[in-house]
């Protein structure tokens, strides 16, 4: 049991890190890189978004859930956290993508590059650095977060994440402290791996922030 709570909290922390950096990275680009009327305003909404975290929604999030039938999966988890992941990540996204010289962009319109191929070539590579913030900020968040991923699977615990089982081993009369602890030491090994192998792009996201 344990190792499948492990196998979902991996599917539901990648699957909404994926979302979340995939989706933030394109808004806060046009954001960023291109003016229209409601720019600002756009900007401010996901700025306002911060303020309410994912415990305030759970009612009605549930009964959306309920209604598009995805309570009990997977699917059910992701969903709303990238959602409500998206704020944070377009915050510390726009300020960097605006301190990109605007030449780049001028010079592969130039050579007869689309937004998506600006995008690609030249934005996501350069973004990067800041790319790595969000993704450790994320996968952290998602991978601890616990009331979603219980209400969702509360009557299919074969779905349930490793926070949730941890919860699970804490009986009425008896409390599974040595496998609390287990269970609490290999839980932080992923987050220990993600952010050894993004150590260097954070490092100079981190750089980059303080020199500009």
Same mark, same amino acid.
């Given at each position: 049991? %344990? ?6 909290? #991996?599917?539901?922390? @990648? ?31 996901? !700025? ?14 549930? #009964? ?17 956290? @990238? ?12 300020? %960097? ?17 689309? %937004? ?7 934005? %996501? ?30 009557? +299919? ?29 290999? !839980? ?7 952010? @050894?192998?993004?150590? +260097? ?12």
């Amino acid at each position: 049991i %344990f190792w499948s709570e492990l196998v979902n909290s #991996l599917i539901v922390s @990648i699957g909404t890190m994926v979302g979340v950096v995939v989706l933030a990275l394109m808004v806060s680009f046009v954001i960023a890189r291109y003016e229209f009327k409601f720019n600002k305003l756009l900007y401010s909404l996901f !700025a306002a978004g911060m303020m309410f975290p994912i415990t305030v929604a759970i009612t009605p999030l549930y #009964l959306l859930l309920r209604n598009l039938h995805l309570i009990n999966s997977h699917l059910g988890i992701i969903l709303p956290q @990238i959602a409500f992941g998206l704020p944070q990540a377009i915050i510390i996204l726009v300020p %960097f993508l605006k301190s990109i010289p605007k030449e780049l962009e001028e010079a592969a319109t130039i050579d007869g590059s689309g %937004f998506l191929k600006t995008y690609s070539s030249i934005m %996501f590579p350069l973004a990067k650095p800041i790319m790595a913030t969000v993704v450790i900020m994320q996968f952290i968040w998602t991978w601890n977060s616990f009331l979603l991923p219980l209400i969702v699977t509360l009557s +299919r615990p074969e779905l349930r994440t490793l926070a949730v089982g941890l919860y699970a081993l804490r009986g009425e009369n008896v409390v599974d402290w040595t496998g609390i602890a287990a269970g609490a030491c290999i !839980a932080v090994l992923p987050i220990i791996l993600i952010f @050894i192998c993004l150590q +260097r792009y954070f490092v100079d996201g981190v750089a980059g922030a303080v020199k500009s």
